[in-house]
């Protein structure tokens, strides 16, 4: 029997090209995450209120989402840290503290908006109490979050992802007109108003979200720690070509799946709300209801069983974020791999956050009222972290030799000056 000599090409084993499913992960769960029960609403609203006139910005959106979240996994797998452990480690704590209070707050409004739109609509689905709901999605949250062991937990995310093709199944019986549809994606009709500006920020804020940036950067240093071998890439740059490539294909897969079931649900809520003269929608469990004299019981019930699939991805990230996001600034332990006793306050964070959301729902501050200008609170906040991100990722001292690229550069700094321009709008125009 041959051998092949040693230094052969036959001899060496030539590296496995990694399967889809082993490349998408933090991009994939966090663009997920990106069509929660509170984005479901505003793009609800967004359809009955304004037809098929907005749906342009989730195509006109999808390369800046991208672009920024690329960066933000750069941020992470580059320097083993999160967004807020870099603002601690280059910035004074006047500049981090402030910025992640604010991420917190909008968070914990939409954890509260996520778990009621839930529980409503599980209501709508079986009937019973919703408030007994939001109290046991919050606790399955906890147990989930804390307990599970982390490599299964983020399996189980991914999974979770699938109940985003609900919407597509929604699309399918209801007549929508395409020709219309299509011209609205690709001509933009710009109304100079208060209303139309707000929309325009609060889709920009629910798709270009803080805690987006927070999460998918975590979520990369997590890896680092997680992943037999890898290593921040700062200490290990023979890994950065494959890392790089991966963190695109996820990264463009996962806001691409984003922006589509987000258009889904516009050009849903268009066709069927909309076209009847139903213009006011609050909630997404009001749009679900809405559908059911309109678009049929098929329509209602994938709409709403949509609403808690998509919930059950986004409450962790919601709660992780704001638990990296102060642990770091804090000088905590953190990390969903690391043992519940050897990271009790952030884990506590996670406990803490989701049940001051499930609290929001039994108070009488009314968190629905709130989440269409959490969303538009998302856009504005997001215009400073996106400052500090593009100096972060432009930085030798931070990035050594990885500093971002020319055209990511110049597409980060054009989406943070959209978004800077789509907040000045909202001023200018607040009132009229």
Same mark, same amino acid.
């Given at each position: ?20 499913? !082993? ?8 663009? /997920?995450?990106?069509?929660?029960? +509170? ?9 009955? !209120? ?13 390369? *800046?989402?991208?672009?920024? !979240?690329?960066? +933000?996994? =750069? ?5 083993? %840290? ?7 480690? =280059? ?10 209070? *604010? ?19 599980? %209501? ?5 109490? $919703? ?22 937990? @983020? ?10 093709? &609900? ?7 209801? =007549? ?22 707000? /929309? @325009?920020?609060?889709? *920009? ?10 999460? !998918? ?18 200490? &290990? ?20 799946? +984003? ?13 069927? *709300? ?10 997404? +469990?009001?749009?679900?209801? $809405?559908?059911?004299? #309109? ?8 709409? $709403? ?27 905590? =332990?953190?990390?969903?791999? %690391?043992?519940?006793?050897? &990271? ?25 009222? &709130? ?11 997001? @215009? ?6 593009? #100096?972060?990722?432009?930085?030798? $001292? ?7 690229? #020319? ?26």
């Amino acid at each position: 029997m041959d051998v092949a000599p040693p230094n052969s090409p036959a001899a060496v084993k030539q590296p496995e090209r990694p399967k889809l499913l !082993q490349v998408l992960g933090p991009g994939l769960i966090t663009g /997920a995450s990106d069509d929660d029960p +509170s984005g479901i609403a505003t793009y609800s609203q967004v359809g009955a !209120q304004f037809g098929y006139g907005l749906s342009w910005v989730m195509l006109f959106s999808w390369p *800046l989402m991208c672009a920024i !979240q690329e960066i +933000s996994a =750069h941020i992470g797998r580059v320097t083993g %840290r999160g967004i807020a452990g870099n603002l601690k480690h =280059h910035y004074a704590a006047a500049i981090g503290y402030p910025i992640v209070l *604010l991420v917190v707050i909008a968070n914990i409004i939409n954890l509260g908006a996520d778990l009621g739109a839930m529980g409503a609509s599980l %209501r709508l689905l079986v009937g019973g109490p $919703a408030l007994l709901f939001v109290a046991s999605f919050g606790v399955i949250t906890i147990l989930l979050e804390v307990f599970s062991r982390y490599s299964r937990y @983020v399996s189980v995310l991914k999974w979770l992802t699938l109940s985003l093709f &609900a919407y597509f199944a929604v699309v399918l019986v209801v =007549h929508v007109p395409w020709f219309e549809v299509a011209r609205s994606l690709i001509v933009p009709r710009v109304t100079w108003s208060a209303s139309y500006l707000t /929309a @325009v920020v609060a889709i *920009l804020g629910t798709t270009i979200s803080p805690y987006l940036f927070f999460w !998918q950067a975590e979520e990369e240093a997590e890896e680092v720690k997680e992943r037999a071998g890898a290593r921040p890439l700062t200490r &290990a740059p023979e890994q950065a070509p494959a890392e790089f490539r991966r963190i695109r294909v996820d990264t463009y897969l996962g806001m691409g799946l +984003s922006n589509i079931v987000a258009v889904m649900i516009i050009i849903t809520t268009a066709a069927t *709300l909309n076209a009847h003269g139903v213009t006011d929608i609050q909630t997404s +469990s009001q749009a679900a209801e $809405a559908l059911r004299p #309109i678009a049929g019981r098929f329509a209602f019930f994938v709409f $709403a069983i949509g609403i808690v699939g998509t919930g059950m991805l986004t409450l962790p990230v919601l709660a992780g974020s704001s638990a990296y996001a102060i642990g770091e600034t804090l000088g905590w =332990h953190v990390g969903l791999a %690391r043992k519940p006793l050897r &990271a009790k306050a952030f884990y506590g964070c996670i406990a803490i956050a989701t049940l001051l959301g499930v609290l929001l729902n039994f108070s009488p501050i009314d968190p629905i009222k &709130a989440l269409f200008w959490s969303a538009v609170l998302n856009g504005l906040v997001a @215009v400073p972290i996106m400052i500090l991100m593009m #100096i972060l990722s432009s930085s030798k $001292a931070v990035m050594g030799q990885f500093t971002i690229s #020319i055209p990511l550069k110049a597409i980060g700094w054009l989406a943070t000056a959209i978004m800077t321009l789509a907040a000045a709008g909202l001023f200018v125009t607040w009132g009229r």
